[in-house]
């Protein structure tokens, strides 16, 4: 499977951005899926995810209630709205995908994802 991250961009802080991620092949509707984030000299953090039906959601708690993860297994694609965006939302986002079967009980650790997008900057200006 492979994974195409889109739709970051340059916003004010307040604003919004809804990332896309859009994966090839027939298994994507099998993958649950998550989206991390790298700002410049921090570690990799996890951000959301979704289990493969969509009945189930993660959050970090530094944007609990500002995203939302959602996904359309029709079109192979998984999102992230993003509001009321800060300045420290700033990162390079990354969405990851890995067979729901092996990320039940730890979605919002990375080492369990085997397949990974390549990044969309997302700058929040304050």
């Known amino acids: 499977v492979q994974l195409q991250a889109s739709g970051g961009g340059l916003v004010q802080a307040g604003g919004s951005l809804r990332l896309s991620c859009t994966g090839s092949?027939?298994?994507?509707?099998?993958?649950?899926m998550g989206w991390f984030r790298q700002a410049p000299g921090k570690e990799r953090e996890f951000v959301a995810a979704i289990s493969r039906t969509g009945s189930s959601t993660v959050y970090s708690d530094s944007v609990k209630g500002r995203f939302t993860i959602s996904r359309d297994n029709a079109k192979n694609t998984v999102y992230l709205q993003m509001n009321s965006l800060k300045s420290e939302d700033t990162a390079l986002y990354y969405c990851?995908?890995?067979?729901?079967?092996?990320?039940?009980?730890?979605?919002?650790?990375?080492?369990?994802?085997?397949?990974w997008g390549q990044g969309t900057q997302v700058t929040v200006s304050s």
């Open positions: 990851a995908g890995q067979f729901d079967v092996g990320l039940v009980g730890s979605r919002s650790d990375a080492r369990r994802y085997a397949y």
């Open positions: 092949g027939r298994t994507f509707s099998s993958f649950g």
